[in-house]
C-alpha cells in the first residue's frame, strides 16, 4: 500500500485512552493465564509481559486482515518467543480470526488449533512455527528480504502493490542464540528498513535473572549491525512504544529494533519478574490474586463487550484490503502480464507447460556425452531452469565458487540495491537456512542455497522446521562424500546423507550424474509441500547410458539402471558409488555372476512408490548388496546382505586414494556380492 492510501486507512487509528489500552492488555494477560491454567501447561509469563507491546502494535499499526489471512500485502507478524504463544492466539482470537474462544480452551490439547507453540498453516493467522528460539527472527528477515525484492520486481509508478512491513517480537533467548546474530548481521548490510523487531527485555529465563550468563549490551550490538536502535523504554507503556514503531516505520536505510523494558508476568503478585512465571501455570490461588490486582472481575475465558470491540479488526482490516484493492484493480489494467505473474508467484504455481520442459531438459542432460561433477551438472540445471523461472532465488554460504549455485544473469542481491536473484549469505548457514524459510513462508519466491554437506549439521535445525512447516526450500549441499579428498575428515561426510533421510517429509537426493541431477532440480521445484536437499559430488562423474523410460524413471527415486538376464543379485547404489556398481557388474559378468544395478537417488521418493513399483525394482528373491561412501547402517533397512560403507571418519588425501582405503574398489565390492551369494547358499 502505497503511504497516502496507509495514511487514509490509518487516520482512524487514534489512540484510545489509558483505562481502554489497560483492559485490552489485561485482556491479553487473563486469556493467557486462564489457558495455561487449564491445559495446567504453558508459559504464561511472557504473554503477561508483553501486552502492551502487542495493544501499541496490533492495534495502531498492523497492516492485516482477519477475514483474509493470506492477503498479500498483509503486514508479517512474527512471535520467535514462541513459548509466548497464548499472546498470538489470545490476539488472532480477539481481532476476528477464525479460532474462537472454545480453541483457546483447547490450548495444547490433541487437534487442538492452539498448540503449544505457533505452527503454520494449522491455525489461522501464524505466519511461521516458532518454538526453536531465534529462528523466528531469522525468519522475519527472509520475510523482509522476500517483500524488498517482490517490490522491487513488480511495483510500479503509483502502484506499490507490495508495500509492508515485517514485525518481529523477540526475547532474551532468541538473542543468545547464534542465529540471531548470523541473520541480524545480514539484516543489517542489506539494508531491510521495512523490517522492524520488538525485544522483550525482561532480563529473565529459564534459569532465572540473565545477567550472570547474557551481559551484551544489546543496542550497541545491533547498533554495529547497521540497525537502527530506539530505547531502552518501557515496555509497559503503549503510547510509549506505538511512537517507537512510528518512528522505525520511517524509511531510513536500515532495520529497526525497538527494546522493551518489560517485566516477566506482570499483574502477577508474587510471580512478576522471576523465573516462575516463565514455564508453569500460575496455579489456582495466585490466578486469584492476579485477576485481583488487575480488577478483573470476569469468569474465566470472558472478556467484556467494551474490550471486544475495541479489539475486533475485522472492519478496519476489510478498509485495508479493500484500499489495496482498488490499487491493485488498477494495476491489472495498466501492468496485465505483471499482474498475473504476481499471481502466479504468490499462488506458489509453477508456470503453464512447467513441466513438459523439465522432462525435455531432463532427457537432454541424459544425452549428453560429457562426464562432469554433479555440482557443475546443477549449475547447468540451473542454467536451463531458472530462466524460466523468475521465482527462483539462489544464494550460498561464501561457497558460491563451490557450490556453484549461481547461473548467467543471476546478479547479485545488495543493499541499496534493485533486484538480484544471488544471495551472497556469508559463511552463516544456520542463518541461510533460516532466512530461506521466511522466503519461502513469504511467498513469491522459491529459495535455494548452498553450502559443503558436512555442514549441514550448522543448519540442521532450520532444515527440519521447513520439513515440518512443508516449505518448498532447495539446500544445495555440495562435496558429498570422501571423494572431496584433500581437506580430510573434517570436509568430508560420512553420516549425514543417512541422518538428513531421518528427517520426516525431506527429500534427500544424491544423483549418479547429469541426468540425475536435472531430475533432482525438476522434481525439488514441483514440491510445493516438502523442501529438498541435493548432494552432489566434487569430482567428475561418468553419464550413465539410458533409455528415455530409465530418464522418466528417475523421478521414482529408485529404477533399475543396468539389467542382466537371470541375475542372482541387485546391488544398489547412490552417487559416486553408482559408476563403481556398473563397473562391478562388468567384473561380475566376466565371472559368470550376473547381476542388476539400481540406482536409487533419492531413498525417500523410492519409499512412496507403489508397493509394485517398489517390489520390481527390489524383487524380494533376490539378495541385496548396498554401496554408498557413507555409514552402512542405514541399508540395512533395505534388507541388504551386506553393505560397502565408511564406519568411521576419512582421511586427508587425494579423492581416489582415500576411496582405494576405505575399500571403494571393484575388486572388493565383486568380493562382497559373490560372499552374499555365498551365505545365501549356504543357508
Known sequence: MNAPLAAAVLSDLQAPDSLL???????????????????????????????????????????????????????????????????????????????????????????????????????????????????????????????????????????????????????????????????????????????????????????GP???????????????????????????DVDAVDAAIAQASARTGKPT????????????????????????????????????????????????????QAWNARARGADAEGAWRSLWASYRKLYPAEALEFERRMAGELPKGFHGEALETVARFAQRGENVATRKASQQALGALAPKL??????????????????????????????????????????????????????????????????????RNAIRMAALMKLRVIHVFTHDSVGLGEDGPTHQPVEHAASLRLIPNLDVWRPADAAETASAWTHALAQRTRPSALLLSRQNLPLQPRTPEQALAIQRGGYVLSERANARAVILATGSEVALAIATQRELDARGVPVRVVSMPCTTLFDRQERAWRQRVLPPELPRIAVEAGVSRFWLGYGCAAVLGIDGFGESAPGPAVFEHFGFTVDNLARLVVGALDAETSN
Not at 441 to 452: A, D, N
Open 257 to 308: 529494533l525497538i527494546v522493551c523494558k518489560t517485566s516477566i508476568g506482570k499483574g502477577s503478585p508474587n510471580r512478576a519478574g522471576s523465573a516462575r512465571a516463565h514455564g508453569e501455570p500460575l496455579g489456582a490461588d495466585e490466578t486469584q490474586r492476579t485477576r485481583a490486582a488487575l480488577a478483573w472481575q470476569h469468569e474465566p475465558f470472558v472478556v467484556p463487550d467494551d474490550v471486544a
Open 21 to 207: 489500552s489497560k483492559g485490552m492488555a489485561d485482556a491479553l494477560r487473563i486469556l493467557a493465564v486462564d489457558a495455561v491454567e487449564q491445559a495446567r501447561s504453558g508459559h504464561p509469563g511472557a504473554p503477561m509481559g508483553m501486552a502492551e507491546m502487542a495493544v501499541a502494535l496490533w492495534d495502531r499499526h498492523l497492516k492485516h486482515n482477519p477475514a483474509n489471512p493470506r492477503w498479500a500485502d498483509r503486514d508479517r507478524f512474527v512471535l520467535s518467543n514462541g513459548h509466548a504463544s497464548m499472546l498470538l492466539y489470545a490476539l488472532l482470537h480477539l481481532t476476528g480470526y477464525e479460532l474462537p474462544i472454545d480453541e483457546l480452551k483447547r490450548f495444547r490439547q490433541l487437534g487442538s488449533k492452539t498448540p503449544g507453540h505457533p505452527e503454520v498453516g494449522l491455525t489461522p493467522g501464524v505466519e511461521t512455527t516458532t518454538g526453536p528460539l531465534g529462528q523466528g527472527l531469522a525468519n522475519a528477515v527472509g520475510m523482509a528480504l522476500a517483500e524488498k525484492l517482490l517490490a522491487d520486481e513488480f511495483n510500479r509508478p503509483g502502484h506499490a502493490i507490495v508495500d509492508h512491513r515485517s514485525f518481529v517480537f523477540l526475547g532474551d533467548g532468541c538473542l543468545m542464540e547464534g542465529v540471531s546474530h548470523e541473520a541480524c548481521s545480514l539484516a543489517g548490510a542489506l539494508k531491510l528498513d521495512k523490517l522492524i523487531a520488538l525485544y522483550d527485555d525482561n532480563g529473565i529465563s529459564i534459569d
Open 390 to 459: 523468475p521465482e527462483m532465488l539462489g544464494g550460498s554460504a561464501d561457497l558460491t565458487g563451490s557450490n556453484l549455485t549461481d547461473f548467467p544473469g543471476c546478479g547479485a542481491v545488495r543493499g541499496g540495491q534493485p533486484g538480484g536473484r544471488h544471495i551472497n549469505y556469508g559463511v552463516r548457514e544456520f542463518g541461510m537456512a533460516a532466512l530461506m524459510n521466511g522466503i519461502a513462508l513469504h511467498g513469491g519466491f522459491i529459495p535455494y542455497g548452498g553450502t559443503f554437506l558436512t555442514f549441514c549439521d550448522y543448519s
Open 210 to 236: 540473565v545477567t550472570p550468563w547474557f551481559a551484551d549490551d544489546t543496542p550497541r550490538r545491533f547498533e554495529a549491525y547497521g540497525w537502527n536502535v530506539i530505547g531502552p523504554l518501557d515496555g509497559h
